[in-house]
């Protein structure tokens, strides 16, 4: 499978991009911002992306979702328990103090441990609420792989004091879906550098 992660936007969101080589067909999970790097990225593999999966509805990682779908017409896919966030997204922008991106409720809401799939590439998506409440992890077993959005981080876990979060749900969400993964499963955060659930396990301070 092909990787690519690379952070976009002020807020450095990682933007995933996940390739079959046979069928060169791709899910982009968290198109924050930087649409032309994604399609370099995506035009550099051959790529032709056929899911678009936003991890939670928090403008660094929603923001260009809405732009890569009138590139490419893939369907957006998150969890419409996020869709108070993305109905506020003139506050997000204020917060952060840039233009309001337009956005639209998902094509489709993934239901908890449901498979996102394209050729060759096979996703569960975990419901992690507490970051906010429509958070959601991808885990790709085969590749011994989570993208964890703002759940889980390497040393840290996600904030919980924005409009939606809770950090008792986070923390639950964390130990009884993320925790019990195979030590070795690598750990794409949203933020920030990559770790894995066994490190997390170990020495994460929020954790042990
Ligand atoms: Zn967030």
């Known amino acids: 499978m092909i990787r690519e992660t690379f952070p976009v936007g002020l807020l450095q969101c ?3 991009i996940l390739g079959d080589e046979p069928s060169r067909e791709a899910i982009v999970v968290d198109p924050g911002y930087d649409i032309p790097r994604i399609l370099t990225t995506l035009a ?8 678009i999966v936003v991890t939670h509805a ?7 979702a809405l732009d890569l779908q009138q590139i490419t017409g893939a369907p957006i896919l998150y969890n419409a328990a996020d869709l108070p966030l993305a109905a506020m997204m003139d506050e997000q922008a204020a917060w952060i103090g ?16 449901e498979h996102v799939r ?5 996703a569960q998506v975990l419901h992690t609420p507490g970051h906010t409440e429509g958070s959601v992890c991808l885990y790709l ?3 011994s792989l989570l993208l964890a959005g703002d759940t889980l981080f390497a040393g840290s876990i996600g904030r919980t004091d924005l409009p939606g979060g809770n950090f008792n749900k986070l923390i639950q969400s964390i130990r009884e879906r993320l925790l019990p993964l195979p030590g070795a499963t690598m750990v ?11 490190e997390e396990r170990l020495s994460n301070p929020f954790l042990v």
């Open 14 to 16: 990682n933007c995933t």
């Open 44 to 51: 550099k593999h051959q790529l032709t992306v056929r899911q």
């Open 58 to 64: 928090h403008i660094d990682h929603i923001a260009s």
């Open 98 to 113: 840039v233009e309001t991106p337009k956005v639209k409720p998902p094509d489709h809401s993934p239901a908890d441990s």
């Open 118 to 122: 394209v050729r060759g590439i096979d």
């Open 141 to 143: 077993p085969a590749e």
């Open 188 to 198: 794409i955060p949203g933020h920030g550098p990559a770790t894995t659930i066994g």
